[in-house]
Structures are given as C-alpha cells and as structure tokens.
C-alpha cells in the first residue's frame, strides 16, 4: 500500500460537489443540520452493476415468488415474472448503459449520486448489460507505462481502455486497507479484471465523492508489469455527532429540498441567519412529512446502534440505511428507499424514506401483439378485485402486487397478467401501478373425440362394438365485459346412438348480481343437465352375491345465486326441477328394485325406486348451501374447520305432491397438534382431522334421495351402499396424519349408522338387500401425490383390503 | 285358495266322542255369540321342528298336512279350511321362521304375501316345552311377528308348547317346570312385542300345551292327555275360543299392515317448523361464524 500515491496528487473531489447539500460540510463546525444525500434518485440498492454472486433478500423474495406462482398461477408464470419486478428505473438504467455500447458495465452509468441504479437484483434479470461489460473485457490496451509506478487519475490516458487487476480500498484515518466485505466495497461498482476508460473512472471518483459518505477521497493506479493496472481507492470517512435519538419519515411525494447556494462573501451574521434558515425549513420539512411505516421494534433497534457506536460514521448510516430498507423489502415494500439522513450533526439522525406512494393505477388491455388496445372487460370487474392496497395514496407492496395478481387471474378472463410498477416521472417519489391484460378469446368451441373399443360377443371386439365417443362443447365469455358466460357441452360415448348415454349440459353465469360497483359478491347461475349414475340404494350388503343394478337418470333445470363471503365461505341458495327415471341394466324404466330369490330367479318386486311407483318422478324443490371454510395450508397441510349445511325443500309440486325437507349437516376439523414454523421446505404438522356427518330427511323420500352409507366418502372400507340406505344417517371419522418426507401417512377410524331409519325408507332396501345398517372400519394409508394408498378393514365382516382412491376424503 | 272347495271337517269325528262333543259345544257357543264369527282363521307360527304341522294335523283329526321328523316339510304356508255345521275353520300351516340361526325374512315375506287380505283370529306361536332356554333368537322371531302384524296381533295369540309329555328335570313338579318354562317364553314374547308392563295384565297371553305325538298318554275315555291329566285337544280349542271372544278384533291383513305405516307421511306437518329451525338456529349460526371468521383472519402485514 505504500504505493499510493501521495495525498493531493491524485484528483480529488470535495464534498461540497453539486449534489450535496452544502450543509454537509463536515468540516465546517458551524454546519448545523447537514444532510447526507445516499441516493438521491430512486430506487437505490447497494449500487453495483454487475452481477453479485452474494444474494440479498430481495433475491430470496424473488425465489418465493417464484415458487408459489408454480403453484398457484400456471397459465401466468413467466409473465408476471418479469412484469412484477419491472421496476423501470432499473431498467432504464440498464438498457441505457447496454446500448451505449461504452459505458461497459456501466458502474457510473447511472451518473451521479444516482450511483448505477441496478443491482445484484436487477441486473440479475437485464443481464444484458452485465454480458456486454464481459464481451468487452475481451480488448484492453496496456497502459504502456514502467511497471509498479503510481499513476494519478487525471495521468491516465483518456483513450485507453485499462484493464483493472484489482481494487484497493484505504482507510486513511486507519491507515489500514478495507476488506471485501466492507459496506463501502459495495458503493464501487469497478470489479477486478473488469476494463474501463479513464472517463468511467472519474465518474466513478466523483459518484463516490458525491455520495457524501466520505470527506476526502482519492483514486489512483498503480502501474503492473503485464499491462494491468491496480486501483486504490483512499478516502476519509465522514463523521458527524453522536446521537441518541432517531426519527424516520416518509418524504415520498416531498418535493426535494432545494438548497439555497451560499455565497461565500457572507458576513458572519449572514451565515448564521442562512443556518437558522435552513434548520427551520428543515424542521417544516419534518413537520409535513408523513409518518413512515416502520414498526418501533426495529426502530428501537436502530436507536441501539447509535447509541453503541458514540460517533456517527458514514459506515453506520450505511448500515442503518440497511437496517431500514431490510425491514421494507422484507415486508414487501419493494419500491421503499431510504434517500437521505437528515439532521446530522444534531442530536437526532432524521431518516428519509420514500416509501413507493401510489399516485396512479393504470390497467392496460394488450392485444395478441402486446400493443395497447381497447379491452372488451370493463373495468370495474378489473378494479374490485385488486386489493385496497394497490389503490392510489397507498403504499406500494409487492405482496398486494401478487395478490392481486392471483385475484385477477381467478377470473379466468386473461391469459397474461402483469402488475407493473413503475415510478412516476411527473411526481418524484410515487409510484404507478400498471396492470396489463391480455384478454383471452371471448368464443371458444371444442370437440374432442375418443374412440373406444369394448368387448363385443363372446368377449372379443368387433367392429360393431368399437364406438365413437367424445365431447362437443362451446363457450361464450365475457358477455357484455362484465364475466357473464354462456357454457354448453355434450358428451356421450358414442355419437352413433347417443340415446344410451347422452350427457348435456347448459349453463349460464351472472356474476355481479348487486352490480359491479357493489361490493356484495352475488353469482347468478341457471343451468340445464342432465346425469346419470348408479343408485347406492339397491347395492347388496356382505355376501349378497349381485343385486340387479338401478340407474337415476336426473335432468331438469337449476337456477341458483351464490353469495360468497370469503374465497372459500358462500351461501347457495336456488330452485331445482328435474324429473327423475330410473332405469334398470337394460335401460328399461324399472319403477321397482329387483331382487334375486333364494331359487336364484329374480323377482322385479323389490322397494320401489320412486315416490311416484311409475319409474318416473318430477318434482320442484328449493335448494339452500352454506359453508363455511376456514381451512388454510401451513407447510401444504391442510388446517382449520369446514361446516355445510344443506337443506332441499320440497315444496308439494310435482308426482305424488313430494313435500320433504331432507338435511345434512357436515363438521370437519382439521386440528393442528404442534406449532411449526411456516415456509417453503418447512415440514407441515400432523393433525388430526375430525369429522362429523348428519343427514335427515321428513316426509317424501323416494329411494333415490335415500342417505347411503358405505364407500369412499362415507365409511371406508366398505362398497358404497354397503352398509345400508336410510332416512337418517350418522357418520363419524377421526383421521390422523403424521408428515413423513413429503407426504404424509394416517391412520384412522369411521362409523357410520343409520340411526334405526332404513325400516322408513319405503320398502326397506336396507333389509331386502341383507344389509346391516351400521358398520365400523379402521385402517392406515398413504397419500401418494393425488392417490390414497390405504389399507382398511370393514368391521362387519372383519376383513381387509387395500384400495387405492383420487382426492382427499375430507 | 279361496277358491278350493272347503271339505266337511271329517277328522273331527275321528276323536274320542267326548272330544267331539266337546268341541261341537265350543264352536257353537262361538258362533251364537261372535257373530262375525263365521269363520275361524288360526295361523300357526314359530320355529322350524317344533311341530306346528303336527298341531294342525291334531287339531284337525286328520293327516292335512305333510309332516316329517327331520326336515322341513313346509316350504311355503298351507291353509286348511274345514267346514263344520255352517261355520268355516281355516287354519295355516307356515314353514319355520329361523334358517341358520336367524330370522328368514324372506320366509316372513312370503308369509305376509299369502295372508294378504285374510283376516287372522288367532295366532298360535309354537315352540316345544323340553327346550330348557329361551335365547336371543325367540325374541327376534317375536319381533319379526310383531313387526310384521303389529303388536295387535299379540292380543289373539296363544303360546303353544308342544312336546309336553316330558318328564321334568330332577326336583321339579311337571306343574312347577311348565309354568317356569312358559314364564321364561312369556317373557321373551313379552320382549319382543315391546308389551309394556302395565299392559301386562291387560292382555296376558294363556299358554296351552300339546302333546302331538302317538304314544300321548290316553284317559279313559280315549282322551289324549298331558301327564297332569287335562285332554289338551279341548283345551286348546276352548283357549282359542276364549281368545276370539275377548273384545279385540282379528287382524286384517292388507297392504298398509304389510308395509307398515307410511314413513313418508310422518312428520310431514312439521316441516315448516323445522325449516324455520334450521334457517334461525343452524343458517343463521353457521352466518355468524362466518362473520366471525372474516373478522379475525389474519391479515397479511401489509393490509
């Protein structure tokens, strides 16, 4: 280090440079509030171009993002990648210093003070500029002088390109070099072997003497034998008061202190009048701004640091500044600065912060190209989804950022999402939102064939009996821009006689029912269908060999209004007509359950399948849902408690007047037995989930409504059905589950009952088909991604299997 | 069967004169004074192997039906009518209820099936005297019964214990061991039906004994007797007799007695009760843990 060149030779740049405020004269005692410019422009972070292999938390968060967005939006990943963290500043400056060609990693590009604005972080998506700073270090001339002299900055020549072999920082009033892994190293944005002219490097001279961190500073080279050059950079760190009190502000939206230029002709009195002067306006300042968000914990703790390090050192403001601008990023205040500490010299270190005000909110609808175009989705349905957040005066957060980005995309209307912020040039400090949409085709129709090849006579296939089947379906969305859709399907396995199993369907969705501007969330919804499945009811209890099949073929129209009270918690409540046929294997019209004899014929006098004994019933009746979900994930297990209520309410229309109210009741809790930490690759609890299921039914019940116990979503262990059909039923299950690995392992116990109630299904198909009524199991599985593998012995019979089932059973 | 020409009862000579006259007696006495009464259906029910064939064949005089001593000879219900100076006797013979170890309801069924719209005056439940226990089973045979007929029908039945030339177990009397054997089964029946106990004593159902086999000890006047000395035949008849002239009615058996009453129509009156329940007790409650739900979501930082 005894190279360095000899103070005073060097170029050196005095504080007292443009972007100062002259009161940060350091020097000058008389100073009484100066203010220590960081960064004035925004948005600042540790200000080093190039790519940095260390990751700051905002990387981290990028990571978060990241993941989540895997999980959450798919359709939308890539483009909210870039769109969230778009913030232009650092894009400006990037592609700025990228086409200029020169400016190779552009470490000053930024110009002064405004200390390159990318970082680790931004330069990290723009890499551009980083890569051309590489391609350029390629050339480098040599500087063409006797090795292992000192050369001062202003020697070099101002047409080579040097090629820097390393950085040197000196503490001049240590008299000792700085390790890498001080906080100054990060303000130089010159990085070994990189290669810069001698323009860059009095630009990067003067962003650090401008920077106000340092009250002498000095750049000089020291000549190599192979060409290179070794920087050292020697410097004076500024030191101000000690204090013991500290106050941050929010000056976003502030217009930036002005300073009046002092003319050095001024008497003395003259000079204490200006200092009086500016400590007031500087106090007015205090007194305008807004309150910043910082929570007293961490400002307690900042008060900490002052009070541990006696003086005030610029490395401590660094530090604090730090400190802060953690907290926010943190929290997701992406766009929060801090852009000066004021009051120094006092007893109070004023920290200044602009917090990323929103001023505007732009959305934008983008044609297939990305131009701006005129969106057919009014905007409103857009805006009452975006969280309150995100409106104007409010802070900008990049987890309402996301928020709204995932209520957006649940409308399902876009097929590219970004939320966009990006600083607002008529108003420094504030922030616009752009929300950018890509709408998807209004129309869509489909047809999906399939053909099947099914065992004809004598189990072999014949050309008779492979079958065109498939699903033709249209859909009309977004009527008139406001989410309205029209949806229409019809499926059937085979388009030669669609009679045996035409499925159709017909919907159509009014959201909005309250009006857009209404924040009450009512959904209209009419739909026509139609279904068929196999009864439950007449299924054969242990050791009934083969009960003759019943179908319920339901179709009739639906008109419902949901409510939804939180993403997960509505309130249904709608009229249903449907006519209702059951049919027997051969798709004939059975109005009653068959039954094999003893003989081993089968008498066709079973319970009867409908109210009506025709085969065929029609009936009206209400229909009403509430739920209530509360469940959450922790660690992607789920947590919390779900409760539905259903009621259908037969209102006397329809074969044979049916009037009933048949109900049902659902408990589930999912109890969370050990607190655990949340995050990504955290393991998830083990719970305990408990469940509960009434279901009752007074007056008219045709044995197709009948409440079926046995099967996957009842009691497992058993076929559906097996245990018994009743008017009332109740059904009890305990499940626990231990996290193993990624999955999760449980054991559990269920048992279902018919409360004495199938003797009130007309015709007992509980006793005719020798079922039980009630019955137990218990068992243990494991989740395999969607698949349960489990094991489960039916108590009534006392014997075990294994089955293996899609989804959850909760 | 309605239809079957109904023979003259013939075997009815075949008893002892005393018998004969006895019974002429009974059945005219009934007929002077249940004047309904001009038919008399008997259904006869109860365990396979107890000897409900052989009853009717006893009470009948004659070899009506099919018995055999080791498999059931009944396959499906047989009614026997008899005329007798005017007045019809019907008496249904039906295959035992219990098919391994449980109530055949099948059997039951077809049961219920052959005496739609018959009228039934009285039910003999058969079960044999030397068995020493009644178990779970008598009572869910009784209850298949009830469930099947009503509990009405316990107010026409009599318990008949066949088999009853036994001699009892060691230290008992044959009085003393027929009537704990027929208070254990009474009390069973009792079960079964769900006959509370303040009806005990209002409709106490008499327990007759038979003794169906040929080498029934016989009294002087060629009586088939029990071993304490009462001529069972006339007895029995006198018991059935006694029964129908009681004030309860026969029990009709028709559709709705078949399939019990309409579950669908109970209850129905208080639906709109319930609805209002469920709206202000379970929707309103469930709305207000919503409500509760919103207000204490944790909220992200920032919001």
Same mark, same amino acid.
């Given at each position: 280090?005894?190279?360095?060149?000899?103070?005073?030779?060097?170029?050196?740049?005095?504080?007292?440079?443009?972007?100062?405020?002259?009161?940060?004269?350091?020097?000058?005692?008389?100073?009484?509030?100066?203010?220590?410019?960081?960064?004035?422009?925004?948005?600042?972070?540790?200000?080093?171009?190039?790519?940095?292999?260390?990751?700051?938390?905002?990387?981290?968060?990028?990571?978060?993002?990241?993941?989540?967005?895997?999980?959450?939006?798919?359709?939308?990943?890539?483009?909210?990648?870039?769109?969230?963290?778009?913030?232009?500043?650092? &894009?400006?400056?990037?592609?700025?210093?990228?086409?200029?060609?020169?400016?190779?990693?552009?470490?000053?590009?930024?110009?002064?003070?405004?200390?390159?604005?990318?970082?680790?972080?931004?330069?990290?998506?723009?890499?551009?500029?980083?890569?051309?700073?590489?391609?350029?270090?390629?050339?480098?001339?040599?500087?063409?002088?006797?090795?292992?002299?000192?050369?001062?900055?202003?020697?070099?020549?101002?047409?080579?390109?040097?090629?820097?072999?390393?950085?040197?920082?000196?503490?001049?009033?240590?008299?000792?070099?700085?390790?890498?892994?001080?906080?100054?190293?990060?303000?130089?944005?010159?990085?070994?072997?990189?290669?810069?002219?001698?323009?860059?490097?009095?630009?990067?001279?003067?962003?650090?003497?401008?920077?106000?961190?340092?009250?002498?500073?000095?750049?000089?080279?020291?000549?190599?034998?192979?060409?290179?050059?070794?920087?050292?950079?020697?410097?004076?760190?500024?030191?101000?008061?000690?204090?013991?009190?500290?106050?941050?502000?929010? $000056?976003?939206?502030?217009?930036?202190?002005?300073?009046?230029?002092?003319?050095?002709?001024?008497?003395?009195?003259?000079?204490?009048?200006?200092?009086?002067?500016?400590?007031?306006?500087?106090?007015?300042?205090?007194?305008?701004?807004?309150?910043?968000?910082?929570?007293?914990?961490?400002?307690?703790?900042?008060?900490?640091?002052?009070?541990?390090?006696?003086?005030?050192?610029?490395?401590?403001?660094?530090?604090?500044?730090?400190?802060?601008?953690?907290?926010?990023?943190?929290?997701?205040?992406?766009?929060?600065?801090?852009?000066?500490?004021?009051?120094?010299?006092?007893?109070?270190?004023?920290?200044?912060?602009?917090?990323?005000?929103?001023?505007?909110?732009? $959305?934008?609808?983008?044609?297939?190209?990305?131009?701006?175009?005129?969106?057919?989705?009014?905007?409103?349905?857009?805006?009452?989804?975006?969280?309150?957040?995100?409106?104007?005066?409010?802070?900008?957060?990049?987890?309402?950022?996301?928020?709204?980005?995932?209520?957006?995309?649940?409308?399902?209307?876009?097929?590219?999402?970004?939320?966009?912020?990006?600083?607002?040039?008529?108003?420094?400090?504030?922030?616009?939102?752009?929300?950018?949409?890509?709408?998807?085709?209004?129309?869509?129709?489909?047809?999906?064939?399939?053909?099947?090849? $099914?065992?004809?006579?004598?189990?072999?296939?014949?050309?008779?009996?492979?079958?065109?089947?498939?699903?033709?379906?249209?859909?009309?969305?977004?009527?008139?821009?406001?989410?309205?859709?029209?949806?229409?399907?019809?499926?059937?396995?085979?388009?030669?006689?669609?009679?045996?199993?035409?499925?159709?369907?017909?919907?159509?969705?009014?959201?909005?029912?309250?009006?857009?501007?209404?924040?009450?969330?009512?959904?209209?919804?009419?739909?026509?269908?139609?279904?068929?499945?196999?009864?439950?009811?007449?299924?054969?209890?242990?050791?009934?060999?083969?009960?003759?099949?019943?179908?319920?073929?339901?179709?009739?129209?639906?008109?419902?209004?949901?409510?939804?009270?939180?993403?997960?918690?509505?309130?249904?409540?709608?009229?249903?007509?449907?006519?209702?046929?059951?049919?027997?294997?051969?798709?004939?019209?059975?109005?009653?359950?068959?039954?094999?004899?003893?003989?081993?014929?089968?008498?066709?006098?079973?319970?009867?399948?409908?109210?009506?004994?025709?085969?065929?019933?029609?009936?009206?009746?209400?229909?009403?849902?509430?739920?209530?979900?509360?469940?959450?994930?922790?660690?992607?297990?789920?947590?919390?408690?779900?409760?539905?209520?259903?009621?259908?309410?037969?209102?006397?229309?329809?074969?044979?007047?049916?009037?009933?109210?048949?109900?049902?009741?659902?408990?589930?809790?999912?109890?969370?037995?050990?607190?655990?930490?949340?995050?990504?690759?955290?393991?998830?609890?083990?719970?305990?989930?408990?469940?509960?299921?009434?279901?009752?039914?007074?007056?008219?019940?045709?044995?197709?409504?009948?409440?079926?116990?046995?099967?996957?979503?009842? &009691?497992?262990?058993?076929?559906?059905?097996?245990?018994?059909?009743?008017?009332?039923?109740?059904?009890?299950?305990?499940?626990?589950?231990?996290?193993?690995?990624?999955?999760?392992?449980?054991?559990?116990?269920?048992?279902?009952?018919?409360?004495?109630?199938?003797?009130?299904?007309?015709?007992?198909?509980?006793?005719?088909?020798?079922?039980?009524?009630?019955?137990?199991?218990?068992?243990?599985?494991?989740?395999?991604?969607? &698949?349960?593998?489990?094991?489960?012995?039916?108590?009534?019979?006392?014997?075990?299997?294994?089955?293996?089932?899609?989804?959850?059973?909760? | 069967?309605?239809?079957?020409?109904?023979?003259?009862?013939?075997?009815?000579?075949?008893?002892?004169?005393?018998?004969?006259? !006895?019974?002429?007696?009974?059945?005219? !006495?009934?007929?002077?004074?249940?004047?309904?009464?001009?038919?008399?259906?008997?259904?006869?029910?109860?365990?396979?192997?107890?000897?409900?064939?052989?009853?009717?064949?006893?009470?009948?005089?004659?070899?009506?039906?099919?018995?055999?001593?080791?498999?059931?000879?009944?396959?499906?219900?047989?009614?026997?009518?008899?005329?007798?100076?005017?007045? %019809?006797?019907?008496?249904?013979?039906?295959?035992?209820?219990?098919?391994?170890?449980?109530?055949?309801?099948?059997?039951?069924?077809?049961?219920?099936?052959?005496?739609?719209?018959?009228?039934?005056?009285?039910?003999?439940?058969?079960?044999?005297?030397?068995?020493?226990?009644?178990?779970?089973?008598?009572?869910?045979?009784?209850?298949?019964? %009830?469930?099947?007929?009503?509990?009405?029908?316990?107010?026409?039945?009599?318990?008949?214990?066949?088999?009853?030339?036994?001699?009892?177990?060691?230290?008992?009397?044959?009085?003393?061991?027929?009537?704990?054997?027929?208070?254990?089964?009474?009390?069973?029946?009792?079960?079964?039906?769900?006959?509370?106990?303040?009806?005990?004593?209002?409709?106490?159902?008499?327990?007759?004994?038979?003794?169906?086999?040929?080498?029934?000890?016989?009294?002087?006047?060629?009586?088939?007797?029990?071993?304490?000395?009462?001529?069972?035949?006339?007895?029995?008849?006198?018991?059935?007799?006694?029964?129908?002239?009681?004030?309860?009615?026969?029990?009709?058996?028709?559709?709705?007695?078949?399939?019990?009453?309409?579950?669908?129509?109970?209850?129905?009156?208080?639906?709109?009760?319930?609805?209002?329940?469920?709206?202000?007790?379970?929707?309103?409650?469930?709305?207000?843990?919503?409500?509760?739900?919103?207000?204490?979501?944790?909220?992200?930082?920032?919001?």
């Amino acid at each position: 280090m005894a190279s360095i060149a000899a103070p005073g030779l060097a170029l050196s740049v005095h504080r007292s440079h443009r972007r100062l405020t002259p009161s940060t004269a350091t020097t000058t005692t008389a100073a009484s509030v100066p203010s220590l410019t960081i960064k004035s422009k925004y948005p600042t972070f540790p200000p080093s171009q190039n790519p940095k292999p260390s990751s700051s938390s905002p990387r981290n968060n990028f990571d978060i993002l990241g993941s989540k967005k895997l999980q959450n939006i798919i359709k939308t990943t890539a483009a909210i990648g870039c769109g969230l963290y778009a913030l232009s500043n650092g &894009v400006s400056n990037a592609q700025h210093s990228g086409n200029g060609g020169g400016g190779s990693s552009g470490g000053s590009g930024g110009g002064g003070g405004g200390g390159g604005g990318g970082d680790s972080f931004w330069s990290k998506i723009f890499s551009p500029a980083a890569i051309a700073g590489e391609e350029e270090s390629q050339e480098w001339d040599s500087h063409g002088l006797p090795a292992n002299i000192v050369v001062q900055l202003n020697k070099l020549s101002g047409f080579k390109k040097y090629k820097v072999s390393d950085i040197m920082f000196l503490d001049r009033r240590r008299g000792s070099t700085v390790g890498t892994e001080d906080s100054f190293f990060e303000m130089v944005s010159l990085r070994p072997n990189g290669v810069y002219t001698k323009a860059q490097l009095t630009k990067e001279l003067e962003t650090l003497a401008t920077s106000g961190m340092f009250e002498k500073v000095d750049l000089d080279a020291k000549t190599n034998p192979d060409g290179t050059v070794g920087v050292t950079i020697s410097f004076l760190e500024s030191t101000w008061q000690s204090a013991d009190r500290f106050r941050c502000i929010n $000056v976003g939206l502030m217009p930036q202190s002005k300073p009046i230029e002092m003319d050095p002709d001024m008497t003395e009195k003259e000079k204490l009048e200006y200092y009086r002067s500016q400590e007031k306006d500087y106090r007015r300042r205090i007194e305008r701004s807004r309150p910043c968000l910082l929570p007293p914990p961490v400002q307690r703790e900042i008060l900490q640091m002052l009070r541990e390090q006696g003086a005030v050192s610029a490395r401590l403001l660094q530090k604090i500044r730090d400190r802060v601008q953690q907290w926010y990023h943190e929290n997701g205040y992406a766009c929060a600065q801090v852009v000066n500490f004021g009051n120094l010299n006092t007893k109070e270190v004023v920290c200044e912060v602009v917090e990323g005000d929103i001023t505007q909110m732009v $959305v934008q609808f983008q044609d297939k190209l990305g131009n701006v175009c005129e969106g057919n989705t009014q905007y409103p349905v857009v805006r009452r989804e975006l969280p309150r957040q995100l409106r104007q005066g409010q802070v900008f957060n990049i987890e309402a950022g996301k928020q709204a980005l995932r209520n957006i995309n649940s409308l399902a209307l876009f097929s590219n999402i970004e939320v966009n912020p990006r600083p607002d040039e008529k108003n420094e400090g504030g922030i616009i939102v752009e929300i950018k949409l890509k709408e998807l085709e209004q129309k869509s129709a489909e047809v999906s064939t399939e053909w099947s090849i $099914v065992p004809g006579r004598g189990g072999r296939p014949t050309l008779a009996s492979i079958q065109p089947g498939g699903t033709v379906s249209f859909e009309h969305r977004n009527l008139k821009g406001l989410n309205r859709s029209i949806l229409g399907s019809v499926t059937t396995s085979n388009f030669l006689n669609p009679q045996d199993d035409l499925a159709f369907k017909l919907e159509y969705v009014h959201p909005y029912l309250d009006g857009v501007y209404n924040s009450r969330n009512r959904t209209l919804k009419a739909s026509c269908f139609n279904s068929r499945k196999l009864s439950p009811v007449f299924t054969g209890g242990p050791g009934v060999d083969e009960v003759p099949p019943i179908w319920v073929d339901r179709a009739g129209l639906k008109a419902n209004i949901t409510e939804n009270f939180t993403r997960q918690s509505k309130f249904t409540y709608g009229l249903v007509m449907e006519e209702i046929t059951t049919r027997d294997e051969s798709s004939h019209i059975s109005s009653r359950g068959q039954r094999v004899l003893p003989s081993g014929g089968i008498s066709a006098d079973g319970p009867p399948t409908t109210l009506s004994e025709t085969g065929i019933d029609r009936m009206a009746f209400l229909q009403a849902n509430i739920t209530r979900d509360n469940t959450k994930f922790i660690n992607g297990t789920i947590v919390g408690e779900r409760n539905v209520f259903q009621v259908d309410q037969g209102l006397g229309i329809g074969s044979k007047f049916p009037f009933f109210n048949r109900h049902q009741l659902t408990m589930t809790r999912f109890v969370q037995l050990k607190q655990v930490e949340e995050g990504v690759g955290k393991a998830p609890p083990p719970v305990l989930v408990l469940h509960g299921h009434y279901g009752g039914c007074v007056g008219d019940l045709p044995s197709y409504d009948a409440f079926t116990l046995g099967g996957p979503y009842s &009691v497992r262990g058993y076929n559906m059905g097996e245990i018994g059909a009743a008017r009332n039923i109740l059904e009890l299950a305990a499940e626990m589950r231990i996290p193993v690995r990624n999955t999760h392992v449980y054991a559990f116990a269920e048992h279902g009952n018919d409360l004495g109630s199938s003797k009130d299904v007309k015709g007992n198909p509980t006793e005719v088909y020798r079922r039980m009524g009630h019955g137990s199991s218990y068992g243990v599985g494991v989740k395999l991604g969607l &698949v349960r593998a489990e094991y489960a012995v039916d108590h009534n019979s006392g014997t075990g299997a294994i089955f293996f089932r899609f989804g959850e059973r909760f | 069967m309605a239809s079957q020409v109904i023979k003259e009862w013939v075997g009815i000579q075949q008893f002892p004169s005393a018998t004969e006259l !006895k019974l002429l007696e009974l059945l005219g !006495k009934t007929k002077q004074e249940v004047h309904s009464a001009s038919t008399l259906t008997v259904l006869v029910m109860g365990k396979g192997g107890v000897g409900k064939s052989s009853t009717v064949n006893s009470i009948l005089g004659e070899r009506a039906v099919a018995v055999s001593a080791f498999q059931s000879e009944t396959p499906r219900p047989v009614m026997v009518s008899r005329s007798l100076a005017g007045s %019809t006797f019907n008496i249904i013979d039906t295959p035992g209820l219990v098919e391994g170890g449980y109530v055949n309801d099948q059997v039951l069924d077809l049961i219920k099936r052959f005496l739609l719209n018959k009228t039934i005056d009285v039910l003999l439940y058969v079960d044999r005297l030397d068995t020493y226990r009644v178990d779970n089973l008598d009572r869910q045979i009784v209850k298949a019964i %009830t469930d099947s007929f009503g509990k009405e029908i316990w107010r026409r039945a009599l318990v008949v214990l066949t088999h009853a030339q036994v001699s009892p177990p060691d230290g008992l009397s044959y009085d003393e061991f027929t009537s704990r054997r027929s208070e254990a089964l009474l009390k069973i029946v009792r079960l079964g039906a769900r006959i509370r106990k303040q009806e005990i004593k209002a409709s106490s159902i008499p327990v007759v004994l038979v003794e169906n086999s040929g080498r029934c000890n016989k009294n002087e006047i060629d009586e088939k007797i029990l071993p304490n000395g009462t001529a069972w035949i006339p007895n029995l008849v006198q018991t059935m007799i006694d029964v129908v002239s009681t004030d309860s009615k026969g029990i009709l058996v028709d559709q709705k007695l078949m399939e019990g009453p309409n579950p669908n129509n109970k209850g129905k009156v208080l639906i709109p009760f319930i609805l209002a329940f469920q709206y202000f007790f379970v929707v309103k409650r469930i709305q207000k843990w919503i409500k509760n739900d919103i207000a204490t979501e944790s909220r992200p930082s920032w919001a």
